[in-house]
């Protein structure tokens, strides 16, 4: 049965601000995966990039296996989430997708970039990202939030589709 949510999108796109505050809202656990990657490795995600790509990427699958042991659950993915159909395989096992899409020139825009490896070096790295990744979390999402104005505006969508799945008897205890 599926009773988490796992927000998808770009780096910078939202998914660890709106994560928490919509967990504490409708009285979800929250787990911020680049968090719980650190604790799992015992590395932090600069170190694991040092050792490189795949090294990251596999401890990131490894990481999509545990969480299908978590119920009544928000987690905020890393970016590059989608890079493996497997990991998506694996989510939609216990999870509702949403991908939050924010436009690029927002994005751009507030992002800070120190503590982000693939965009220490530059921000229109970001651009490439965005051209390479688009189709993928259109194509893994259950549902899509438009991010483009206020915050609130986004959890208010997501408020919509979680009580369209029913979602919301864990819900109505926080009310
Ligand atoms: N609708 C919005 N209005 C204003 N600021 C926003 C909006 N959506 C996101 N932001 C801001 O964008 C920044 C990036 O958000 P956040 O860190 O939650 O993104 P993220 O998707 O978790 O990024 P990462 O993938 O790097 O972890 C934050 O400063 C957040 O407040
Ligand atoms: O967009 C990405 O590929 C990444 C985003 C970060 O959140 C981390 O998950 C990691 O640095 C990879
Ligand atoms: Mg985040």
């Known amino acids: 049965m599926k009773t988490n949510i796992v927000l998808i999108g770009m780096p910078g796109c939202g998914k660890s601000t709106f994560g928490k505050r919509l967990s504490k809202e409708i009285d979800f656990s929250f787990i911020d995966m680049d968090v719980y990657i650190e604790t799992y490795s015992s590395q932090t995600i600069a170190q694991l990039w040092e050792v490189g790509e795949d090294h990251f990427r596999n401890i990131e699958t490894a990481v999509c296996k545990l969480l299908t042991k978590e119920n009544y659950t928000i987690v905020s993915s890393g970016g590059g989430i989608i890079k493996r159909e497997e990991n998506i395989r694996l989510l939609k096992k216990t999870s509702y997708i949403f991908f939050i899409d924010r436009p690029l020139e927002l994005i751009m825009r507030d992002i800070d970039v120190s ?44 408020h919509t589709f979680i009580q369209h799945l029913k979602l919301v008897e864990k819900e109505s205890l926080s009310e």
Do not use: W
Not at 121 to 131: R, S, Y
């Open 115 to 158: 503590g982000r490896p693939l965009l220490k070096n530059d921000k229109q790295t970001l651009v490439g990202l965005f051209e390479q990744r688009i189709e993928q979390y259109r194509a893994a999402a259950d549902f899509i939030i438009e991010n483009d104005t206020t915050p609130a505006t986004a959890v208010q969508q997501m």
